[in-house]
């Protein structure tokens, strides 16, 4: 099948980067969400990723024609080939989505979910059309260039075929994930190097640039776990690491928890493990 | 206290690296290893070293004359103020080592031992000099430039600064580990994110390739966890993995020995994960 027409459905931040990548790669695309505030947000997430890219900077959001903003679900829906659905992580909110979008697409629209934990199983059925259903995950869709497909065990084999090669005309690198794995590849290697960056921290272990300096010098890398915590943002490393069940990993989410109770969030704050705008791992003096 | 005068025991691939190391940093420096066979191995393994290395391509170890090749152990310790132990990782061969050392050093002879993974603790009594005793755990001198500091509950703390100031003297970047931890900070981190990778293959979650992309794509990293086990060597890896005791890294180190038997032990062998020279991950086609 061809694609031509993408639904996204949901204008939040990687659903306005999905939209925004698409009509760039040439599609047709519908955005959906529920309010005109929440589409007029989106139109200025998507100037900021073009003012930030080189490559875009000559670009306006208004000269992108094949881009239309919509409150009307059904009108996001009509022609589309494929639906990208990145609404809240949250499976009431989603699954409620999904028996809408079941009643209202085209026979032949495929249907992908942009789940960050949840899983396309949890949503298949409730959608009416299972075989076409598949999780399409992206990560950031401009400075990481991945996307996860993973299917349920209803999804029709040719469906990962088409989304393989329309990850990659986005300019993404499709990662095929070959069942069902809550978080899917990346965040499972993440997880683990945190957790273990984490238990020598509260262990007493080491210090955090001492820990971070370990990795740094080893693989040469610009940034070791705590730097990219403060990335991640220490309220979402909070979320992730509290959900988990081993004590090491309940010490290291306590240590978290202090920190956002202080109002220490990371990069976006000011104040994480390092402070910034200058932390001290960037500093040519760190490795030494 | 000032250090003029290195004693390295054992001359292997790090011992060698390291005495050349501190000969070229200006110190005077006693190699010893049990045979002349191993002193000659140990020269042509620093040759190999000042061949590599665009800095020191036109030095030759003949006019390094701070370099003195012993079989004699009491030669070696003469005039030493600092010993780096770096024998085989073997307990018992390790302690009469350190055994005969303690009875034939000066006495403000500082003791490192640069152990992988035992702890100075195993060590520190018999060489009769635990306050003086301290881990000083190098990586591979040239390439990765981490020195692990690591005390036992007896270290004196002054021997910690010290260690300090000459690691950087020898252009490492020293790490202070607060108390004794096999594996130091590296390997802690290093070990999570490959078993991550090994749960994720054994699991049949996603493939090597897969699994390698999203952290390179990520992280923008040249290598990812299953290239670098063919870096490690997967006779090493599964040495490693086969002594944890969860289900998972069993499964792994399973699958590691069965490439181990069919001879596929990384880049080493020409074949483990990819095939060498030319590993699928290092095309420009890779990713994408």
């Not at 931040?13 to 309010?35: E, H, K, Q, T």
């Not at 022609?79 to 028996?99: G, I």
């Not at 329309?166 to 300019?171: A, D, I, S, V």
Request: charged content about 20%; aromatic content about 10%.
């Amino acid at each position: 099948m061809e694609i031509t027409t993408i639904a996204v459905i949901g204008a939040g931040n990687l659903g306005s980067r999905i939209a925004l990548r698409a009509a760039l790669s040439g599609f047709s695309v519908n955005i959906y969400d529920i309010s005109q505030d929440k589409l007029k947000q989106a139109k200025s997430i998507m100037s900021q990723v073009l003012e930030n890219h080189n490559d875009f900077k000559n670009l306006s959001i208004k000269y992108l024609n094949n881009l239309t903003f919509t409150v009307d679900l059904d009108h996001a829906l009509s022609e589309a080939d494929l639906v990208s659905e990145n609404v809240t992580e949250d499976l009431e909110v989603k699954k409620r989505v999904w028996e809408a979008i079941g009643n209202l697409a085209e026979p032949h629209t495929l249907f992908t979910t942009n789940t960050s934990y949840l899983l396309p199983s949890d949503f298949a059925e409730i959608s009416g059309r299972p075989s076409l259903f598949c999780a399409f995950h992206f990560h950031d869709v401009f400075e990481s260039r991945v996307v996860d497909i993973m299917p349920h065990p209803g999804t029709a084999p040719e469906v990962l075929e088409i989304l393989e090669e329309f990850g990659r005309t986005l300019h993404q690198v499709p990662l095929i994930v070959q069942k069902e794995h809550s978080g899917y590849i990346f965040n499972t290697l993440l997880i683990s190097w945190i957790d273990a960056a984490g238990r020598l921290l509260t262990g007493e272990i080491a210090e955090v640039e001492a820990i971070d300096k370990s990795w740094m010098v080893n693989f040469n890398m610009p940034v070791g776990p705590f730097g990219v915590l403060d990335k991640v943002g220490l309220d979402t490393a909070w979320k992730i690491t509290s959900a988990r069940r081993n004590p090491a990993s309940r010490a290291f989410a306590e240590l978290l928890k202090h920190y956002v109770d202080q109002g220490k969030l990371g990069v976006k704050s000011g104040e994480g493990f390092y402070s910034y705008p200058d932390p001290s791992y960037k500093s040519p003096d760190f490795l030494r």
